[in-house]
């Protein structure tokens, strides 16, 4: 695929100042284990070799690092090939104690010397990366010992005077302070949910309660997010402990729940979970508490190390691939005097944190717990857990009747365009969030037909429970635009006299939103407040950098790739092209390229010929005489007229004749069903939340002022843009649109482009510009935490 020119100036310029002739780079990971780590690696490996340098493998930690010998191995572009998708550490992890010893390091010193390594990248938790930082502090020390002791020459403590240091945080807890997501993290969460799903079912069945205990010994993220994710019932964290006379309050809200009708209670205990007194709850003790109070057949699960295993999800696999690639890059624009830094992910941007503040704001976190002052351990922890506890606790406890105060609002809810996982878990939290704030909730299905048709009804609280987990949509969705129906829709707005509209849908959504404030001058009932939430999986809607359903469409790619990666490691020299969905929006092929390892992805927006088709055969054809004996091409469905998937299959069946063969896969509709990953629940939870506060004030203004919505910004879409939650009018984002091929005129995610074709053996043009001076960290960038990246 041609890379597109870009100016002779900086940019390339950039690209080529870093070159990496002559350096040395170690990579090693250290601490527990999480998914993703082998992703981190993998990046770091390829892109050294890249650049020109020569990169190591450190085996087992600090553990290889001080035992040295065959535990520090030149690593080759091969030698990385097939790991994206497994789970774990390939080159292993280990705890070392004498690493924690001046010994220990200087026999670590000693071993990195031999073959020059001066350049460390290590991947692991808030110790390990604290260990390395002391490392670097000791080296001048630590090789000036050496040589005295006439273990190494003068001339090598001149040489390697210096010791840079770069961290990724691979941790499934999320518990470091500066970074938005930890690598493991979303993967961790994916297995909890692949769990709580599975004992939903048999919960149901047998009325049954449940007690969940997830990982987070001092942080409670991963038991927050899952609560939100599924709707538990009640949730214990480290951060935020009950009330005094909680057991009491629990109980109450248990058996409320079960007179509402519901089967099953879930209940999820953070394994660091205590009591306002620092003291800790087990999930036994909530066990037996429950069974003594209320009776109720009662059973505990413990996860355990399961958090920890399977394969690495889509989000993790890029999220680590993009912090390796930028983390040699910091590397091998270090100098003597550049502190360690950390690689963070925020506002969709891979940023430079010193370690060492990083460091002790994790542990301030800590501190406040200890000192038991809870409130501030929450803000340390950042607006996202904020927000997240505040809808939780928003979504899980209904206040009685008597206390709501009534806004005699009626606000609809309806689903537009494609079904995309997560629309029901949006639906779910706008219908309590509603009725929470004191409005009349309407459910309409079948999109703006069914409107027409008047199939349009109230929704209660308990309606929408258990919505989270279910795919597609429950209120039925469809493609048609409200065009032909306005005067039906208008008529059905009056019977029901409906006074603010949320649509949560694709393009179609954002389409028909249009039509409705086009129409506002011909029918009254149109002026309310609309707001549009995008969900899509292809990503194309304007005005969001991500579209609920998109994550859980781009997971369905990535593992069916891994299946068919494997089927074509069997087979020996067999390249697969496959045909991904997303319209005119080469998102999903692009990131399901970068997620799934693939050797080149054609898109719509990046214009390719036969030239560009005639390289990347070339390039396979290369590729079948080392040892990774199989190809993977990505396509987007409209990603060309001519050049279509049989067409691009036929082509390298007849130019690799006698190298390889070709087939061909085209994944379909499977990539809009399925259960919404957690991901999409929790995004489509809290957008759905942000939208409807918006659509309470708005209705309080009106109020008021008594007046009616025809202004631009009465009608909006909310997205995530760059790292803020922003509402943006319809009228501001029609300039930003392509009408005919359905997608915003500028992506951000264009500029991972070139991240795959480097890691797939491409030479291409790379933007470093964006790549940053350390940043510092201060207080208040923890509250301000992207809520985008973590959402």
Same mark, same amino acid.
């Given at each position: 695929m041609s890379t597109p020119s870009t100016p002779q100036g900086s940019l390339r310029k950039l690209l080529e100042h870093l070159s990496g002739a002559g350096k040395a780079i170690g990579v090693l990971t250290s601490g527990g284990d999480a998914q993703g780590m082998n992703a981190a690696v993998r990046a770091v490996v390829r892109m050294g070799i890249y650049v020109g340098a020569k990169v190591y493998f450190i085996y087992e930690g600090y553990q290889g690092m001080v035992d040295g010998g065959s535990n520090i191995v030149e690593a080759t572009w091969d030698s990385v090939s097939s790991i994206l998708q497994m789970g774990g550490t390939i080159i292993g992890s280990a705890r070392c104690q004498a690493f924690r010893t001046r010994e220990g390091r200087l026999k670590a010193a000693y071993n990195l010397i031999q073959p020059g390594i001066t350049n460390l990248c290590v991947i692991g938790g808030d110790g390990s990366l604290t260990g390395a930082n002391i490392f670097r502090k000791e080296w001048r020390g630590l090789l000036e010992e050496l040589a005295k002791d006439g &273990?190494?020459?003068?001339?090598?403590?001149? *040489?390697?005077?210096?010791?840079? #240091?770069?961290?990724?945080? %691979?941790? @499934? $807890?999320?518990?470091?302070?500066?970074?938005?997501?930890?690598?493991?993290?979303?993967?961790?969460?994916?297995?909890?949910?692949?769990?709580?799903?599975?004992?939903?079912?048999?919960?149901?069945?047998?009325?049954?309660?449940?007690?969940?205990?997830?990982?987070?010994?001092?942080?409670?993220?991963?038991?927050?997010?899952?609560?939100?994710?599924?709707?538990?019932?009640?949730?214990?964290?480290?951060?935020?402990?009950?009330?005094?006379?909680?057991?009491?309050?629990?109980?109450? &809200?248990?058996?409320?729940?079960?007179?509402? *009708?519901?089967?099953?209670?879930? #209940?999820?205990?953070?394994? %660091?979970? @205590? $009591?306002?007194?620092?003291?800790?709850?087990?999930?036994?003790?909530?066990?037996?508490?429950?069974?003594?109070?209320?009776?109720?057949?009662?059973?505990?699960?413990?996860?355990?190390?399961?958090?920890?295993?399977?394969?690495?999800?889509?989000f993790d696999r890029i999220l680590a691939s993009r912090m390796g690639v930028e983390a040699v890059i910091a590397l091998l624009e270090a100098t003597p005097d550049t502190p360690a830094s950390v690689i963070s992910l925020s506002e969709n941007h891979a940023r430079r944190l010193p370690l060492m503040e990083c460091v002790q704001m994790t542990q301030d976190v800590q501190k406040a717990m200890d000192e038991r002052n809870f409130k501030k351990a929450v803000q340390l922890r950042g607006r996202n857990f904020e927000s997240n506890l505040k809808i939780y606790k928003q979504l899980s406890n209904k206040l009685p009747d008597d206390q709501i105060v009534k806004t005699n609002c009626n606000v609809a809810v309806i689903n537009v365009g494609a079904p995309a996982a997560g629309m029901n878990a949006a639906v779910r939290a706008a219908v309590r969030v509603g009725i929470s704030e004191g409005h009349k909730m309407f459910a309409v299905y079948d999109s703006f037909e069914g409107f027409s048709k008047g199939q349009i009804k109230e929704i209660g609280w308990t309606d929408v429970g258990g919505w989270t987990g279910q795919g597609g949509s429950i209120l039925g969705t469809k493609r048609a635009l409200p065009g032909k129906y306005l005067e039906k829709i208008a008529e059905q707005m009056r019977v029901h006299s409906i006074s603010a509209l949320l649509v949560i849908g694709g393009f179609e959504g954002y389409e028909g939103a249009l039509m409705l404030a086009e129409a506002r001058n011909r029918h009254e009932e149109f002026c309310i407040p609309i707001c549009i939430l995008p969900a899509t999986i292809s990503n194309s809607v304007p005005g969001t950098d991500l579209s609920i359903g998109s994550d859980t469409g781009l997971n369905v790619i990535t593992e069916t790739c891994d299946r068919i990666k494997q089927s074509a490691s069997g087979t020996k020299r067999r390249v697969f092209i496959i045909e991904t969905m997303g319209g005119y929006c080469g998102y999903l092929a692009n990131m399901g390229g970068l997620a799934s390892g693939a050797d080149a992805a054609y898109i719509f927006e990046e214009p390719f010929d036969i030239r560009d088709l005639q390289a990347n055969v070339e390039h396979l054809t290369e590729k079948m005489k080392t040892t990774i004996q199989r190809g993977l091409v990505l396509r987007n469905e409209n990603c060309s007229e001519n050049y279509t998937t049989d067409f691009i299959c036929q082509l390298y069946s007849e130019e690799g004749k006698g190298v390889f063969d070709c087939r061909k896969n085209v994944l379909g509709h499977m990539q809009q069903g399925g259960a919404p990953s957690p991901f999409d629940r929790n995004f489509g939870t809290k957008l759905s939340a942000k939208a409807m506060h918006w659509i309470t004030t708005k209705l309080k203004e009106s109020r008021e002022k008594g007046k009616r919505f025809v202004t631009d910004d009465s009608v909006c879409l909310l997205g995530i843009s760059k790292r803020n939650v922003l509402f943006q009018s319809l009228a501001e984002l029609r300039k930003e649109t392509d009408f005919e091929h359905r997608i915003p005129k500028e992506q951000w995610w264009l500029k991972l482009r070139p991240l795959m074709k480097i890691l797939a053996k491409y030479k291409t043009s790379y933007d470093v510009s964006d790549s940053g001076q350390l940043e510092h960290m201060h207080h208040h960038h923890a509250h301000e935490e992207s809520e985008s990246a973590e959402f």
């Open positions: &273990k190494i020459d003068t001339d090598a403590v001149k *040489k390697y005077s210096y010791l840079n #240091i770069v961290g990724m945080v %691979g941790s @499934i $807890d999320n518990d470091f302070c500066g970074t938005d997501m930890t690598i493991g993290t979303d993967s961790a969460l994916h297995r909890i949910i692949e769990v709580v799903d599975a004992i939903m079912t048999t919960a149901q069945s047998h009325q049954r309660t449940f007690v969940l205990e997830v990982m987070g010994r001092h942080c409670g993220y991963l038991a927050l997010v899952s609560a939100l994710a599924c709707g538990a019932d009640w949730v214990f964290l480290p951060e935020y402990p009950p009330e005094e006379g909680w057991e009491k309050e629990m109980c109450m &809200k248990l058996s409320e729940n079960r007179a509402r *009708k519901k089967r099953l209670n879930i #209940i999820i205990v953070a394994e %660091g979970a @205590i $009591d306002s007194q620092n003291r800790p709850i087990t999930s036994e003790q909530v066990k037996e508490l429950v069974v003594k109070q209320l009776g109720y057949d009662t059973r505990v699960t413990i996860l355990g190390h399961v958090q920890r295993g399977g394969t690495p999800s889509a």
